[in-house]
C-alpha cells in the first residue's frame, strides 16, 4: 500500500472573484495560522517523498511544513492555466466562454492556455516517475485542480467526475492506494 497525503495551500491574497490558475499569488495574512493547521492535521507523519508546485503560495507552505532541500518542486504540480483569462473577474469573461467550456469539459482549450484532459495528462505524468513508483509515504502540497486530478488518477475514474468535490484552502486529503480504483480516502 501506498500513503499519498495532498495539501491544498492555504488562502491566497486575491480580491474574491478572480480567475487566478497558474497566477502566481502571495498568501494571506492569515498564513501562519493556517500553516499551523495544516501542520496540526499532519501530526507526526513521516513522509519519504515532498513534492509541492513551485507556485508561491504551495511553495511557502511547503517550505513551513518539511525541510526546504527534501522538498522535489514539479511544474506538473501546478494549478490548471487559464491562459489569457488568468487574473481577470470571473464575472467579466463572457458568457460563450462558459457555455463552450460546459459543451466540452474535457477538451475545451482556453486560449494560451489549456484543456482539462492535458491538465490531467500533466498532473498523471508524475505518478510515473521513478520516485513516485518507489515510495510508500508521499505528501504534495498543491492545488485543488491537482488534487482532484490526483483523485480521479488514484480512484480510476473519468477526472471530470471529481470536479464535484471541494478542497477547502489548508485541506489535507490522505489516500491509501492498493492500485487503480483500489484506494480509501480522507479528508484530515
Not at 495539501?7 to 472573484?17: A, D, F, L, N, Q
Not at 490531467?120 to 518507489?134: D, I, N, P
Not at 464535484?164 to 485541506?171: A, I, L, V
Request: glycine share 6%; with cysteine; charged share 25%.
Amino acid at each position: 500500500m501506498k500513503k499519498i497525503t495532498l495539501i491544498r495551500h492555504t488562502t491566497p491574497k486575491v480580491e474574491k472573484g478572480i480567475c487566478y490558475g497558474q497566477l502566481d499569488l502571495p498568501v494571506a495574512s492569515s498564513f501562519p495560522q493556517e500553516s499551523a493547521s495544516v501542520r496540526e492535521k499532519l501530526g507526526k507523519a513521516d513522509f519519504d517523498l515532498l513534492y509541492s508546485s513551485p507556485l508561491l503560495r504551495t511553495k511557502l507552505l511547503a517550505e513551513a511544513l518539511f525541510s526546504p532541500s527534501e522538498i522535489v518542486f514539479s511544474d506538473s504540480l501546478k494549478e490548471f492555466d487559464f491562459g489569457i483569462f488568468e487574473g481577470k473577474r470571473w464575472t467579466d469573461l463572457p458568457q460563450e466562454l462558459f457555455d463552450a467550456w460546459d459543451a466540452d469539459l474535457l477538451n475545451f482549450q482556453f486560449e494560451q492556455g489549456e484543456c482539462l484532459k492535458g491538465f490531467y495528462h500533466r498532473v498523471k505524468e508524475l505518478t510515473g516517475a521513478s520516485a513516485f513508483q518507489s515510495a510508500e509515504n508521499i505528501a504534495i502540497v498543491t492545488h485543488a485542480g491537482v488534487i482532484r486530478c490526483l483523485l480521479a488518477w488514484a480512484w480510476d475514474v473519468e477526472v471530470e467526475k471529481i470536479f464535484q468535490f471541494d478542497f477547502p484552502y489548508g485541506s489535507v486529503l490522505e489516500i491509501k492506494y492498493w492500485g487503480p480504483g483500489k484506494i480509501q480516502w480522507k479528508l484530515l
